[in-house]
């Protein structure tokens, strides 16, 4: 999970170092496109796969969402801190607790109520509306979280009837085909630096999802959700370093009540042996 984290954060400073010169839908979509090249050991698990009609709609609708999520998530890398998109991002996992109460029937004890309250009481700290200028990237990160969460909620009901390798494939062939009208929208040719890092991107964010599934495998979730808060301190240091942003201990503090509710969330799922619903940070991204 500590190797997750940087890997993520490797992204978002690649991402932050483009500037705003290619327009965020183009470049989730260059992202996605130059990462199709890490489908090819999937092309066999697809074509063997039977699909049916109301899969294949599953598959499709869990794609558009994330596909919105993941042009939020660009727009607003390229106009907020380092820092400010990590920390909102770990609220992704709330609306999927929330989420799985309204959609999947889950209970939402007293306990779990109050570890969302702490969570969004993070949220607000981060934000400070009224106190500070609330911008456009900072409204895009609210969207991106929640339609990350909604994505997860979806992969959590296709996980069911297919392999992960498969549901990565088609959330990868979606998210580039719905991203395609968006960018044509307002092309701006990239130049041979701007391909080489979004290339670099597409493969950071792949070797982020498979060190993560190996941490899943060797820990239960209640162990590696801790370690997460380190991605927002390599994230306060890369921007700090890299991009001369200043470290705002609000985010910080933001950030830590935010992981430490989805921590205790996870330690009582464990506690009480119930399947786990609330994933970790950044298992939304998948």
Known sequence: MV?????????????KSMGTRIPAAEAAFLRYFLGLV???????PLR???????????????????????????????????ADVTAMNYMAPI???IGAALFLGEKLAFRRMAAIGVALIGAMIILRPGFREVGPGHIAMLFT????????????????????????AMLSIVVTIGLAPLAAMNWVTPNGFELLVLFGVAAL??????TMTLAFRAAPLAVTQPVTFLQLVWAVLVGLVFFGESVDPYVILGGLL?????SFISWREMILKRRAITPDVVATKT
């Open 3 to 15: 190797v997750t984290g940087l890997l993520f954060v490797g992204v978002t400073a690649l991402v």
């Open 38 to 44: 890490f489908l090819i050991p999937m092309i066999g």
């Open 48 to 82: 063997s796969s039977q699909m049916d009609r109301t899969s294949l709609g599953l598959f499709v609708a869990r794609g558009f969402v994330h596909t919105f999520g993941v042009a939020a998530w660009f727009y607003a890398m390229a106009r907020i801190p380092i």
């Open 95 to 97: 609306y999927v607790t």
């Open 145 to 168: 979280a929640i339609s990350f969460g909604g994505s997860y909620l979806l992969a959590k009901k296709l996980s069911d009837r297919y392999s992960a390798a498969i549901v990565v």
């Open 205 to 210: 964010a792949t070797g982020g999802h498979y």
């Open 258 to 262: 935010i992981v430490a509710a989805i």
